[in-house]
């Protein structure tokens, strides 16, 4: 039977061989192949850039920053919406094609820097641009394994950039480890060595966010957590952006409405910058698989601010938000302003 997607990017995945039919994170083949050619165009764009490069051209730090956003977009349980992937896409490509033009000579560029499908052509690119794509088992898990390395590594940079950080040699990696996965050249030695190198980039990305976290908000430090229930109303928050936890706690202020944390924004309570906001009421919940009981029995506005989005129920589908790289079709979305604002009014 032909696959309808094939996904293994995360320790869930069926059979602990790959998402076939439908993702055990409940992503939908649709998604999953538009996914795969977010991937794809973001590969074919980092060839470019990195051709640039050593051209001796600089490449913009919104470029760096496109790169970044695409791969933690396509994370596990981080975006199951289609259309926004697609709208991604084309930024990516159109982006891409004002790059060449800089470039001038292309002759050196692997084929998928030169791919400028039209939407039409999306869900047939698609299934040519896969995982499965590349038949060599050891070249396909080696450039898999890179892959996903560099998504982990692209959170932290997304994170750190949000706070007003880069660091252009991180990015560069970023993007020159992207476009060396397009290069069929390249024995299992090569790339057991970029995934080495991939490893190492990991920790400086890694030292860089939690300078620019501590920097930001303080070290962390031994916190006694409220996991009770205040009278106010109240919005719950998930995900890693503590720059959204503090634009939201900002914006709550004198409202009369709390701020809960959930899951995999509970370290945010050990900050000591978070302590001054008298209406960041406590932790609401568990783990973050459990969201959808507990969601359902929050009865306020959730903002899921990156990863960890399980398919919601309708019972409380019209009170889940998202923002940053995060999306779920049918539930709003909140995205920054030129200077990076938020406006949550809408919650609040």
Known sequence: MENKMFCYQCQETAGCKGCTIVGVCGKKPEVAAMQDLLIYVTKSLSAVTTALRAAGKNVDRNVNHLVTVNLFTTITNANFDREAIIDRIKDTLKVKTDLLAQLGDTADLPE???????????????????????????????????????????????????????????????????????????????????????????????????????????????????????????????????????????????????VYTHSEMLPAHYYPFFKKYKNFAGNYGNAWWKQKEEFESFNGPILMTTNCIVPPKDSYKNRLWTTGAAGYPGCNHVAADENGHKDFSALI
């Open 112 to 258: 998928a820097a030169l791919w400028n499908g039209a939407e039409a052509e999306f869900d047939a690119k698609a299934k040519t641009v896969g995982v499965l794509a590349t038949e060599n088992e050891d070249i396909r898990s080696l450039r898999e394994l890179i892959t996903y390395g560099l998504k982990g590594l692209s959170a932290y940079s997304k994170h750190a950039n949000v706070l007003a950080q880069d660091d252009e040699e991180v990015d560069a990696f970023i993007q020159r480890a992207l476009a060396a996965t397009l290069d069929d050249t390249k024995s299992v030695d090569d790339l057991v060595a970029l995934t080495l190198e991939t490893g190492k980039y990991g920790v400086q990305g890694m030292a860089l966010l939690d300078k620019v976290n501590t920097t930001a908000y303080g070290n962390p430090e031994i916190t006694t957590v409220d996991i009770g229930v205040r009278k106010n109303p109240g919005i719950l928050i998930s995900g890693h952006d503590l720059k959204d936890l503090e634009m939201l706690l900002d914006q709550t202020q004198g409202t009369g409405v709390d």
